[in-house]
């Protein structure tokens, strides 16, 4: 468990695959670039939109934020 209560990062499909964020990311300021578990920048307004069901499918899952995770359990 993360001191601001989430247990897991929330996966994204951006541009750039299918990440994973914290939710100071996913709560940041549009217009910002955010950082995924991995390192990533990411623009806060990718971050945050719906993504389309289809760049789910399409976007790889980024195996860096994938053990990041695996790691708190
Ligand atoms: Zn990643």
Redesign the pocket.
């Known amino acids: 468990m993360l001191p601001d209560g989430t247990k897991i990062g929330r996966w994204q499909p951006v541009s750039c695959?299918r990440?994973?964020f914290d939710r100071a990311a996913r709560n940041a300021e549009p217009g910002l670039v955010a950082k995924?578990?991995?390192?990533?920048d990411v623009s806060t307004d990718e971050l945050q939109r719906i993504a389309p069901e289809i760049a789910w499918v399409r976007e790889d899952t980024?195996m860096?934020?994938w053990r990041i995770l695996a790691s708190r359990q």
Do not use: I, K, Y
């Open positions: 695959g990440h994973a995924a578990l991995c390192g990533v980024c860096a934020c």
